[in-house]
């Protein structure tokens, strides 16, 4: 499985943007995915998560109401939609996939991971 995250920017606060993450490979044994961030000297963290059927989303406390992750599973494809961006949100933006079912925040349960792609949120 490879996956490929696009969409990253320079975006002003109160912004928006859109994430995308396209898999390719044996896409058939992906089941839960998730985005995941890391700043400047700061360790990776979590940021969402969905599962196969979009049915479990999962996200940050300091996220939530400004982003929201859905799946397109016949184009193979995860999103994170960012609203209200903030200064505190600039970061590489990781996209991951798991051969489990659990919706989970760990980054040792996702099984492949994209390259990143980065968002900087400055005026």
């Known amino acids: 499985v490879q996956l490929q995250a696009s969409g990253g920017g320079l975006v002003q606060p109160g912004g928006s943007l859109t994430l995308s993450c396209k898999a390719t490979?044996?896409?058939?044994?992906?089941?839960?995915m998730a985005w995941y961030r890391q700043a400047p000297g700061k360790e990776r963290e979590f940021v969402a998560a969905i599962s196969w059927s979009g049915a479990g989303i999962a996200y940050i406390d300091s996220v939530k109401g400004r982003f929201s992750i859905s799946r397109d599973n016949a184009k193979n494809t995860l999103y994170l939609r960012m609203n209200s961006l903030k200064p505190e949100d600039t970061a590489v933006y990781f996209c991951a996939a798991s051969l489990g079912d659990r919706l989970t925040r760990a980054p040792y349960d996702y099984n492949y991971w994209g390259q990143g792609t980065l968002v900087t949120v400055s005026s």
């Open positions: 490979g044996s896409i058939y044994a992906i089941n839960s």
